[in-house]
């Protein structure tokens, strides 16, 4: 399980846990619904469907980000994820976190950002090759084209 852990200028923070499909024990996520949202002014940063676990498969999540002292930093723990924000569609905020990393949030003028799990994989590993067979790890749910060529790099038909 990730944690998305966001935190304002003044030290409010909130928390927000992000799960894939594959740990999802529930089909129930009502389960996870957090209280309403708080009067104007006062800090909070939740996910659009108002609850604090999220599953973060194929589909973009949003965090809506209200009353903060910006600057925000948006912390990610565990979880390997495009953050964007949807003021500008990506243009002040696009930013790529492997893992563990931060992003700093300036302009006060974005409070709505949009974390997309990456679908790619972390490493790359070709296996040992003899004659044509080839072996290779990637996505489930991923595109790849098999290009065969001769010693010199001459493509041939595959």
Partial sequence: MGQIIVSDASGEQNTLYVI???Q???????????????PSGIFD?????KR??????T????????????PVE???EGVEARITDLATNGKIVDEIVHG?????????AIGLIEIQSLDIPVTYELFQNYRIRLTHQR????????????????????
């Fill in 20 to 22: 894939s499909h594959s």
């Fill in 24 to 38: 999802l024990t529930t089909n129930n996520l009502q389960l996870f619904d957090l209280p309403p949202v708080p």
């Fill in 45 to 49: 940063a939740l996910s659009v469907h």
């Fill in 52 to 57: 604090n676990v999220e599953v973060l498969g």
């Fill in 59 to 70: 589909e973009a999540r949003r965090i809506v980000i209200s009353g903060a002292s910006y």
């Fill in 74 to 76: 948006v912390h990610l």
């Fill in 100 to 108: 563990n990393g931060v992003v700093k949030i300036t302009n006060a």
């Fill in 139 to 158: 996505p489930s749910n991923s595109v790849a084209a098999k290009l065969t060529g001769d010693a010199i790099g001459v493509q041939s038909a595959g």
